[in-house]
């Protein structure tokens, strides 16, 4: 093998080990990310609900693949330290850029709320919420949640005005009740019985849906006594994603069923 070649390999392993050192960095704050987004902003279901998922895939795909890329391409150790140690820095400070970008994202789309709409839920984001309002809120929600959505529901407008209000905010702006704290209540007795009173039977969901089967014999085969499982009613959930929500027979939530899961 003569010089050049030889040359051209030994810069080419040096290039792949820094690119991937750089990889292993990436990944372990990939991996921080991960905690904060999936343990805190988007738990649970909201994860698929909300596109917690896929919000997190594009920004570490992107944020996990640029860094260790660039310092694959510009890594030379004939520029010098000085010279390197610049191109390095260059390339972190990209890549802090582009996941800082990302994390504002997903902050912004995080759910903070699940929000009961008399025949439907909501799941409601921080980006939806008129933060003017917050502090028109009963005090529990005027500061919203960092550790995954709280749950409320809606009341009716009381007053001519404030309905004549709300339809126009609902028309000319896209803001519906739901986004607006001012018309947040407790999810108290009175609106977990409305939400089981505006449910249908789990028996319609498969009606409509054969493929809903597994899921919703899973559903009832978990229900302790046949009542419960007689009891059970589902409502649509409005969401990034749109689901139905499974309630026992006084509003208590069971669970969320994806419509990419099985419809």
């Known amino acids: 093998m003569n010089t050049t070649a030889t040359s051209f390999f030994k810069t080419l392993g040096a290039r792949a080990r820094a690119a991937g050192l750089h990889l292993l960095a990436s990944l372990s704050?990939?991996?921080?990310?991960?905690v904060l987004v999936f343990w805190f902003w988007y738990p649970g279901h909201y994860r698929l609900l909300a596109g917690g998922s896929e919000l997190f895939t594009l920004v570490m795909v992107v944020d996990v693949v640029m860094g260790p890329?660039?310092?694959?391409?510009?890594?030379?150790r004939a520029k010098g330290?000085?010279?390197l140690r610049r191109d390095i820095s260059v390339i972190a400070l990209l890549q802090m850029l582009a996941l800082s970008y990302g994390l504002h994202a997903m902050y912004m789309g995080r759910p903070i709320g699940l929000a009961f709409e008399f025949d439907r839920f909501r799941v409601v984001s921080m980006a939806e919420v008129v933060a003017a309002e917050l502090p028109q809120a009963p005090s529990m929600f005027r500061?919203?949640?960092?550790?995954?959505?709280m749950l409320f529901a809606v009341r009716k407008?009381?007053?001519?005005?404030?309905r004549a209000e709300a339809l126009n905010v609902s028309?000319?702006?896209?803001?519906?009740?739901?986004q607006?704290?001012?018309?947040?209540?407790?999810?108290?007795?009175?609106?977990?019985?409305?939400?089981?009173?505006?449910?249908?039977?789990?028996?319609?969901?498969?009606?409509?849906y054969p493929s809903s089967k597994i899921a919703v014999d899973r559903i009832w085969a978990a229900m302790p006594t046949q009542d419960d499982r007689d009891g059970l009613r589902f409502l649509p959930v409005r969401a990034k994603h749109d689901a139905v929500v499974v309630l026992t027979h006084?509003?208590?939530?069971?669970?969320?069923?994806?419509?990419?899961?099985?419809?």
């Not at 407008?157 to 404030?162: D, Y």
């Not at 028309?171 to 739901?178: H, L």
């Open 29 to 34: 704050l990939a991996g921080v990310v991960a």
């Open 180 to 208: 607006r704290p001012k018309f947040w209540i407790p999810y108290d007795e009175q609106a977990r019985a409305q939400a089981a009173a505006a449910g249908r039977p789990l028996g319609a969901l498969i009606s409509k």
């Open 157 to 162: 407008a009381t007053t001519s005005e404030e």
């Open 69 to 76: 890329l660039l310092t694959f391409v510009v890594y030379n």
């Open 81 to 83: 330290v000085r010279h």
């Open 171 to 178: 028309i000319f702006q896209g803001i519906d009740n739901g």
């Open 250 to 263: 006084d509003g208590g939530i069971v669970e969320f069923l994806l419509y990419d899961g099985f419809f």
């Open 143 to 149: 500061r919203l949640p960092l550790n995954g959505p």
